[in-house]
């Protein structure tokens, strides 16, 4: 039932850490479904924001993730939610945990109470006349009164979880933002960076972390030395150009074709382990308080494109969001001039919807009145028993355990210091590990396949009318445009009948989700 706490910002001076209980998740299940509205608003009034805002009060494990993940100190990268007001949930989370400690808090000073109250019985019932049986009688209601207060404890506690997670979904006038107390100013500010990031620091294999599940990927190798054929028969001299014309041009034009509402932006993908050797990523000397950087000058990224190093590759993305932000198709493009070659490569990923148990609100939501109570009621009387009894040594392991990490996170500063090689990565986004690629629902899936064709021709198209400015032979383009478009091979995921609707050549991927305890 414990969790990992987090070493504490000497400015801070909030509590740390608390049990995994669930608060009532477990009785109030309803079936989910899109969210109203086919295009996704800002970040802060995209229902995927309230869901998880909302889960963060009713799962207990889901927001000790959350407070580790964004307001824990640590040397590695945070990895961006796109889609996701990061700010919003860090609230929710750190009052959801908060909230708990209080609760525990609350049953320490109850149980040692009752344990003192009942001991003085028994020392002086007998003394004073008494009786045996008296006397246990005694005992046995100081127990049970003890017992009672630390139920209506849980109760209270159960019922004000119930009532954020419900305001933080229904109150669409508000921005969950507001629904919840500040967390540190540092962090916050942190956070807002990340919104608008343009680096992400990947551990492992592969670069775009934040952006989801692979759908597709292909390359192009274009001879840009060949002038296109004039009208009056004479043959034209190429306009000189780098890979950055091609990814300006790509982030002025895209966006601006028949597939409206698509976001644009250029980012850096640096190997964790080489964050060191990007200039401004990584602060020296190593303070966990300060981890590395998610933003650096556009003049830097430009650079990482006409000169792309082992370890860092510049992208443009387009972003196309759907099913009510529920579903973000990515297209990621990258250009590099090799001599009179031009390589084009793309990388298509996608977000996908929500898991079920982050739409349990909605079920909630469904109960008023005495039928409200009834769940609340319920879950506490069965949780209240290892809340109670489980309150000291719950608040001993976690001393201890933060006294360890503190321990572990100081020899880890040592060995940066000393030269030890580091992997500043972040290993997966909060969005990628709540989405749900066990059971996409079919409408999903059409958009997520429409968005990956539709935005793949647009990005083509562009490249084309780029092609066609700089006057070159459009031959070779046009025979390998033809063959991307005909051999396209999309990588579904866990959807019933994908491969009958979509094509033969389908493969199941997932990553592992969220445990929610």
């Given at each position: 039932m414990d969790e990992s706490p987090h070493v504490p910002r000497p400015s801070s001076g909030r509590p740390q850490g608390g049990d995994a209980s669930d608060a009532f998740v477990g009785t109030d299940q309803s079936p989910s479904g899109p969210p109203a509205g086919h295009q996704g608003p800002p970040a802060a009034a995209q229902p995927v924001t309230r869901f998880l805002c909302a889960t963060a009060h009713l799962r207990a494990a889901f927001a000790d993730h959350v407070v580790g993940a964004l307001l824990r100190p640590g040397f590695t990268a945070v990895a961006p939610s796109w889609g996701v007001d990061l700010v919003a949930l860090a609230r929710h989370g750190d009052q959801s945990k908060t909230r708990r400690l209080e609760r525990d808090r609350q049953l320490r000073w109850c149980f040692a109470g009752m344990v003192l109250t009942a001991l003085a019985a028994l020392l002086l019932g007998l003394p004073l006349g008494l009786g045996v049986m008296a006397t246990l009688v005694l005992v046995i209601l100081v127990l049970c009164a003890g017992w009672a207060l630390a139920w209506v404890i849980v109760v209270r506690h159960y019922w004000q979880v119930r009532a954020s997670s419900l305001r933080v979904l229904t109150d669409k006038a508000t921005d969950p933002r507001d629904l919840a107390p500040t967390v540190d100013q540092y962090y916050e500010g942190r956070l807002e960076e990340l919104a608008t990031a343009n680096v992400v620091l990947f551990s492992g294999y592969l670069p775009f972390v934040g952006n989801g599940l692979n759908l597709d990927s292909w390359t192009m190798a274009l001879d840009v030395d060949r002038g296109a054929r004039r009208p009056d028969g004479s043959t034209a001299t190429p306009r000189p150009f780098d890979a950055v014309d091609v990814h300006d041009h790509l982030l002025r034009t895209v966006p601006l074709g028949p597939v409206k509402d698509v976001k644009a932006s250029k980012r850096l993908f640096v190997a964790g382990p080489a964050a060191r050797d990007v200039p401004g990523l990584v602060v020296s000397p190593?303070?966990?308080?300060?981890?590395?950087?998610?933003?650096?000058?556009?003049?830097?990224?430009?650079?990482?494109?006409?000169?792309?190093?082992?370890?860092?590759?510049?992208?443009?993305?387009?972003?196309?969001?759907?099913?009510?932000?529920?579903?973000?198709?990515?297209?990621?493009?990258?250009?590099?001039?090799?001599?009179?070659?031009?390589?084009?490569?793309?990388?298509?990923?996608?977000?996908?919807?929500?898991?079920?148990?982050?739409?349990?609100?909605?079920?909630?939501?469904?109960?008023?009145?005495?039928?409200?109570?009834?769940?609340?009621?319920?879950?506490?009387?069965?949780?209240?028993?290892?809340?109670?009894?489980?309150?000291?040594?719950?608040?001993?392991?976690?001393?201890?355990?933060?006294?360890?990490?503190?321990?572990?996170?100081?020899?880890?500063?040592?060995?940066?210091?000393?030269?030890?090689?580091?992997?500043?990565?972040?290993?997966?986004?909060?969005?990628?590990?709540?989405?749900?690629?066990?059971?996409?629902?079919?409408?999903?899936?059409?958009?997520?396949?429409?968005?990956?064709?539709?935005?793949?021709?647009?990005?083509?198209?562009?490249?084309?009318?780029?092609?066609?400015?700089?006057?070159?032979?459009?031959?070779?383009?046009?025979?390998?445009?033809?063959?991307?478009?005909?051999?396209?091979?999309?990588?579904?995921?866990?959807?019933?009948?994908?491969?009958?609707?979509?094509?033969?050549?389908?493969?199941?991927?997932?990553?592992?989700?969220?445990?929610?305890?």
């Open positions: 190593p303070d966990p308080h300060h981890r590395p950087a998610c933003r650096l000058p556009e003049a830097m990224l430009d650079e990482y494109t006409r000169t792309p190093a082992v370890f860092a590759r510049s992208y443009v993305c387009f972003e196309k969001t759907g099913w009510g932000g529920e579903v973000v198709v990515s297209l990621l493009v990258r250009a590099e001039r090799v001599g009179r070659t031009l390589f084009v490569e793309g990388r298509s990923q996608v977000l996908l919807p929500l898991q079920s148990v982050y739409h349990d609100v909605e079920g909630i939501a469904l109960k008023s009145g005495y039928h409200a109570w009834i769940p609340v009621l319920r879950s506490a009387t069965v949780a209240t028993h290892g809340l109670f009894v489980e309150s000291f040594p719950r608040h001993i392991r976690r001393i201890l355990t933060t006294r360890i990490n503190n321990r572990k996170m100081e020899l880890l500063r040592q060995d940066i210091v000393r030269g030890y090689p580091m992997d500043y990565g972040a290993p997966g986004s909060i969005r990628e590990l709540a989405a749900d690629v066990e059971e996409l629902p079919y409408y999903a899936t059409v958009d997520e396949v429409m968005y990956f064709h539709t935005l793949k021709r647009q990005v083509l198209s562009c490249i084309q009318d780029f092609l066609e400015e700089k006057e070159v032979d459009l031959g070779d383009f046009r025979r390998q445009q033809r063959m991307l478009i005909s051999q396209t091979n999309i990588h579904l995921h866990n959807v019933q009948g994908s491969a009958a609707n979509f094509g033969k050549n389908v493969t199941v991927s997932g990553i592992t989700p969220i445990g929610n305890g």
